[in-house]
């Protein structure tokens, strides 16, 4: 029997798609005093998803350029990442693949030890709608596993790959524990994960392409994908939605990749947007894991 199209589909059927995976309750308090740690009027969370050379690797792209080209994130970004936060006084959090980890052992342990969050971010940076639930489950195990056998800290986090949650995806993150992920898109501020109507108690720290270096920065060197925005152009982009949410009282939330922002040109956004947010004293920079911490008596 031939597959039906979309359009084809019963009520009943899309409805289920829809419904699968959805936003429960804003876990943003009314209390304008109580809503961010400290009383801050708006919460910064950083991140960086430290995938290095796995994206290659995934798609079997093992050209010694390729591989170069994630190293870059490892051998220079990331020390030029670290030390910009330092300076900052900014905790972030890193998302890392286990490859990236076993790669280089000391790396995991040196977000930890600089006071940065360490999270889970897939086994090769694999795409999860392309696993079976058994596979997703025991790379996301493993994952798990290795980050905590480095560190001696077990990650509360995750974040999906390329952001790709599969049908799979909420019920592995819920047998394995995770306290909150950041992967989906339903708010700009943090939410309650719903299965199927029912309540999960994860939180989500939602992200948005707005708020990701790679869309404005990325390049392929065979396809038609190029760099179209000097980067201090993006500085102002990633300054306004600072200040809307700042404006709101609400949370603003960044992804960055070090072989990505880390370099010369680029690390200058960051360098910029940080100096402009710590113009302000009511604002709080926290990781996910601390966020999701303090959001969590809502549940």
Request: aromatic share 8%; net charge negative.
């Amino acid at each position: 029997m031939e597959s039906q199209q979309p359009w084809q589909w019963t009520e009943a059927e899309w409805r289920s798609h829809v419904e699968h995976v959805r936003a429960g309750a804003s876990l943003v308090s009314d209390d304008p005093a109580a809503r961010w740690p400290g009383g801050a009027r708006v919460a910064v969370a950083l991140s960086f998803d430290s995938d290095h050379e796995t994206p290659s690797l995934r798609d079997g792209e093992t050209s010694p350029g390729r591989m170069a080209q994630g190293e870059y994130g490892a051998r220079v970004a990331v020390p030029r990442i670290l030390e910009l936060l330092r300076r900052h006084e900014a905790p972030a959090s890193f998302y890392m693949p286990a490859v990236c980890a076993l790669l280089r052992p000391d790396e995991a342990p040196g977000y930890v030890a600089a006071g940065h969050e360490l999270a889970v971010h897939g086994w090769i940076h694999e795409r999860n709608t392309a696993l079976t639930y058994e596979d997703e489950l025991d790379l996301v195990g493993r994952s798990l596993d290795v980050l905590e056998s480095q560190t001696g800290v077990r990650p509360t986090g995750i974040r999906t790959p390329s952001w790709d949650f599969s049908a799979s995806t909420l019920r592995v993150i819920r047998e394995l524990g995770f306290a909150y992920d950041s992967s989906l898109m339903a708010d700009s501020e943090p939410y309650e994960l719903l299965e199927r109507g029912e309540r999960t108690g994860v939180v989500e720290i939602p992200v948005e392409w707005i708020r990701d270096d790679a869309p404005y920065l990325m390049m392929d060197r065979f396809g038609g994908l190029r760099p179209h925005m000097p980067p201090r152009q993006l500085t102002q982009i990633w300054i306004d939605e600072f200040d809307a949410a700042r404006a709101e009282g609400g949370l603003f939330q960044l992804t960055m990749h070090p072989h990505i922002i880390g370099h010369r040109s680029r690390i200058r956004i960051l360098d910029d947007l940080l100096a402009h947010i710590r113009s302000f004293d009511d604002v709080w920079i926290g990781t996910h894991a601390d966020l999701a911490s303090h959001v969590r008596t809502l549940l």
